[in-house]
């Protein structure tokens, strides 16, 4: 549920130290039980927007729930 399309490209919403929403994309892989594997863009420790609302955008503030 985290992965976001724009278009052709994927991503995510990285989470930064000042909890602003960044998209960042991402090369997906293969999906296995409704989970994607994620072959770039991420490394281990980055926080991400789990299930983003559809209104979701690069720069806005976020909050842990």
Do not use: C, W
Request: net charge neutral; proline share 6%; glycine share 12%.
């Amino acid at each position: 549920t985290a992965v976001t399309h724009h278009g052709q490209l994927s991503g995510v919403y990285i989470v930064d130290a000042g909890d602003i929403a960044r998209f960042r994309l991402i090369r997906p892989g293969r999906i296995v039980d409704g989970r994607v594997e994620v072959l770039a863009g991420l490394k281990p420790g980055d926080r991400y927007v789990a299930n983003p609302e559809p209104s979701m955008a690069d720069g806005v503030k976020v909050e842990a729930s």
